[in-house]
């Protein structure tokens, strides 16, 4: 049973990741990845969100039909959202109106209904919960990593506002990396977001690479020292 | 797989290589660089040095990292003459991380992350000088007016050091604005084209090179010498630089007949700006542009049209690169729709019939 968990837990985070590997919510992705702590927050909102709906909707999997489903899972995510929304403006409101549009547009995040449709409508209560918080977690992940290489590059900053998004504590997370930097605005447009999250992906399946090269030289190693004892 | 024999046949070699190509590129370019590099003075040579060797060194990387040989890609030429024409369209005494950036973005995020020589979608050149051009708006606007090489004003060995790799603050004293530049911010404040004209090079110095402007935008008859000279050699027909030039031309003449006060006439925008250089060395590019003659006119027609809407009626003063990537993004379409007739067939594609194999004459 823990080898399925840890099984869900690899894949949200790295082998099946939204961004990386299903390449789904690359609008979200691309909008609100200037800046890392924007990736944060977007990334937080999205995972309360996609915990919440695969609890719900694996509950209700046994009285939802299949005729129906579509439009159920799209009202259940568009109350979570809601909530989210309300919950934000009220308590990080200066985040909320950085992100502004983007988080009511969660709804329409094809990763949390593809989650829903893959996943929860199919496994009981506590792998869809688990599901929903690895996933988050990998979507969360690309953002940080994607909003801080553009930050970098194009304002010489990182976690600029965390403040705003995780109060004042999170003010040693800010940092300026390049002083007197002049800035490089293609990378906070929107091109610039393609542009990293090709480079990201370039590197994620280098990486593959390079632990599968690995872990066939550990393997065979393994095997050589097997057969000659 | 069949391993055919080599026919022997009336062949004749054509000894036309990817290094050839370039090199005659390469030497059509000389004397209008070197002209620029002697008005320019020595930041421009520092700036046009550290670019090329930029360029060079990202090109030898990305080709390691692709696993692809990298003495003969290296020394074909390409990545030489690519930063070579980047440098032509930077503000001379533009500082050197502009060069380093703009390799960058011309040879890894214009060329290789396509997959290399002739698989860009975009002209590489073209690709660093517009995303520069969008990320640093104030050094890439920052002209200078020429300062010939040992005349009295230009800045000595060292100080030009500075002015390329240092801090130096000096550079207002000396900044002047391009001729399109000017008319177009005069014109915007309804300032009539004769008395703004007041204050821009004449034609004469803008054939001759003397105004300000990037490296390659400066003498117009050096360049067109160049491109005559790649036609003769066939590296480039003619189509596209005279579609170019002629829709630009044309459309200038007619806005300029309408209302001579608020549009500039068709020598000025011929010789100005980057039309000449764009025309021959840039939308020619012979792997962004339409294969077929009636496409390559059509594309180098598109590319003047282009430059002219942009210079008259957009927010930036010249619109020689963004005119050719908008058509460079528009040539497979080019290429789709405006395919040769293949021999012994119609445009279709369908076998031509003739009358005594009982077909319809």
């Keep these: 049973m823990s080898n399925d968990y840890r099984r869900i837990a690899k894949d949200g985070i790295w082998d099946n990741n939204i961004v990386f590997a299903q390449a789904l919510a690359l609008c979200p992705l691309l909008a609100v990845t200037g800046t890392a702590s924007n990736g944060l927050g977007m990334g937080l909102a999205s995972t309360a969100v996609m915990i919440a709906s695969g609890l719900l909707i694996s509950l209700f999997r046994g009285i939802i039909t299949p005729q129906v489903r579509i439009p159920v899972f799209v009202l259940i995510i568009a109350v979570l959202v809601t909530l989210v929304d309300l919950s934000m403006n009220a308590w990080v409101h200066d985040l909320h109106k950085v992100l502004g549009l983007f988080i009511p547009l969660i709804v329409t995040n094809c990763a949390i209904l593809g989650r829903a449709e893959s996943y929860a409508s199919r496994n009981r209560i506590l792998p869809s919960l688990f599901d929903g918080l690895m996933m988050g977690l990998g979507f969360t992940l690309a953002l940080v990593l994607l909003g801080a290489a553009r930050e970098i590059l194009g304002s010489g900053t990182l976690f600029a506002d965390a403040a705003l998004l995780l109060g004042s504590w999170a003010a040693f997370l800010e940092l300026e990396l390049i002083p007197d930097y002049k800035g490089f605005l293609l990378i906070i447009l929107p091109p610039g977001g393609f542009l990293v999250l090709g480079f990201l992906l370039a590197g994620k399946r280098l990486l593959d690479r390079l632990f599968g ?17 | 797989m069949i391993e055919e024999q080599p026919v022997a046949g009336p062949y004749t070699h054509a000894r036309t290589s990817i290094g050839r190509t370039m090199g005659l590129v390469l030497l059509a370019l000389l004397p209008a660089t070197l002209y620029g590099l002697y008005l320019f003075g020595w930041p421009a040579i520092f700036l046009f040095g550290t670019t ?46 502009i060069g380093v950036v703009g390799a960058f973005l011309a040879i890894v995020i214009g060329k290789q992350v396509f997959g290399g020589i002739g698989q860009n979608l975009f002209n590489p050149a073209m690709v660093a000088r517009v995303a520069l051009l969008i990320s640093f708006p104030l050094e890439m606007t920052l002209f200078h007016a020429p ?46 084209l004769e008395t703004a004209s007041g204050g821009v090079g004449s034609l004469s110095q803008l054939t001759l090179g003397e105004a300000s402007g990037s490296l390659g935008e400066t003498s117009a008859l050096l360049l067109l010498l160049g491109g005559l000279f790649l036609i003769h050699k066939r590296i480039i027909t003619w189509h596209i630089p005279l579609a170019m030039l002629g829709s630009l031309a044309l459309l200038a003449t007619i806005f300029h007949l309408i209302d001579p006060q608020s549009y500039v006439g068709p020598l000025t925008h011929l010789l100005s700006g980057a039309a000449i250089l764009g025309a021959f060395f840039i939308a020619t590019d012979l792997v962004t542009s339409p294969v077929s003659i009636r496409g390559q006119l059509l594309f180098g027609a598109g590319v003047g049209l282009l430059v002219y809407a942009i210079r008259t009626w957009a927010g930036y003063p010249e619109g020689v690169a963004f005119a050719v990537m908008l058509m460079n993004a528009c040539t497979p379409l080019i290429d789709h729709y405006l395919k040769p007739r293949i021999y012994g067939r119609d445009r279709k594609g369908e076998p031509l019939t003739y009358a005594d194999e009982g077909g319809e004459v």
């Design chain 1, 213 to 229: 090269q690995r872990r066939a030289a550990l393997a065979s190693a393994e095997a050589t020292a097997s057969s000659r004892s």
């Design chain 2, 52 to 97: 090329i060797l930029a360029a060079l060194i990202f090109e030898a990387g990305s080709l390691r990292l692709a696993g692809k040989r990298v003495r003969p890609f290296l020394l074909d030429g390409s990545a030489l003459l690519t930063g070579w024409l980047l440098a032509m369209t930077l503000p001379p005494w533009a500082p050197w991380w």
């Design chain 2, 147 to 192: 300062v010939p090489l040992f005349s009295a004003q230009a800045p000595g060995f060292l100080d030009s050091l500075a002015i390329t790799f240092g801090q130096s603050d000096q550079l207002d004293a000396v900044s002047s604005a391009t001729t399109l530049d000017h008319l177009k911010t005069e014109l915007g404040r309804g300032v009539a």
